[in-house]
Nanobody, 120 residues
Framework: QVQLVESGGGLVQAGGSLRLSCAAS????????MGWFRQAPGKEREFVAA????????YYADSVQGRFTISRDNAKNTRYLQMNSLKPEDTAIYYC?????????????WGQGTQVTVSS
């Protein structure tokens, strides 16, 4: 089992920044990828960003490309999502997820989420 715990959410004004963290513990898998997803009120959960084990490959949703940066520190078992130029539409619960298969399709493990609220 893998346990994921997010932190760093909060209330910020539009144009501001936040950095989310995701600490992983428990069984670790070689080649696993990490991702961030979000769910706004009344909407389905959506993909935000993902990063490979090495950190050399990253993917972003079009809506956050150029504003958000995903990174990881494998020595600390921690992943990050740096969010800049935040907009009110970024308001959501943000979830960290882990894909042990390395395919970016099998998000088997999820954190409990952290709330991000962007005021206009």
């Amino acid at each position: 089992q893998v346990q994921l715990v997010e932190s760093g959410g909060g209330l910020v004004q539009a144009g501001g920044s936040l950095r989310l963290s995701c600490a992983a513990s428990g069984h670790t898998f070689s080649n696993y990828v990490m991702g961030w997803f979000r769910q706004a009120p009344g909407k389905e959960r959506e993909f935000v960003a993902a990063i490979s084990w090495s950190g050399g490959t990253t993917y972003y949703a079009d809506s956050v490309q150029g504003r958000f940066t995903i990174s990881r520190d494998n020595a600390k078992n921690t992943r990050y999502l740096q969010m800049n130029s935040l907009k009110p539409e970024d308001t959501a619960i943000y979830y960290c997820a882990c894909d042990p298969s390395g395919t970016y399709y099998s998000w088997d493990y999820w954190g409990q989420g952290t709330q991000v609220t962007v005021s206009s």
